[in-house]
């Protein structure tokens, strides 16, 4: 059983910065992948990033060069540096992490960009 706690969410302005942090508490060193997506009102949810477990990042075509996904194994944690913020990035976002071919979510943490 793995459980995904988020954190890091908040209020910032356009062109500002926020890091996410998602804990787990459970074992995460064998998590085939992990990730962010995120879900605005109204909205289907999509892909943010995604780190494999070799290493390999994958990223959404709306944020590439302007977020970047990374995790500390030995911390069990994985984040998400988010930069030069947009009001299109607004939403709720969730890690999830593929354990065991299991897929777990966390509860969300809210963005809000203002313009």
């Known amino acids: 059983q793995v459980r995904l706690v988020e954190s890091g969410g908040g209020l910032v302005e356009a062109g500002g910065s926020l890091r996410l942090s998602c804990a787990a508490s459970?074992?995460?060193?064998?998590?085939?992948?992990m990730g962010w997506y995120r879900q605005a009102p109204g909205k289907q949810r999509e892909l943010v990033a995604i780190i494999i477990r070799d290493g390999r990042t994958n990223y959404g075509e709306s944020v590439k060069g302007r977020f970047t996904i990374s995790r500390d194994g030995a911390k069990n944690t994985v984040f998400l540096q988010m930069n030069s913020l947009k009001p299109e990035d607004t939403a709720a976002y969730y890690c999830?992490?593929?354990?065991?071919?299991?897929?777990?979510w966390g509860q969300g943490t809210q963005v809000t960009v203002s313009s």
């Open positions: 999830y992490a593929i354990v065991s071919s299991t897929v777990y």
């Open positions: 459970g074992s995460i060193s064998s998590a085939e992948t």
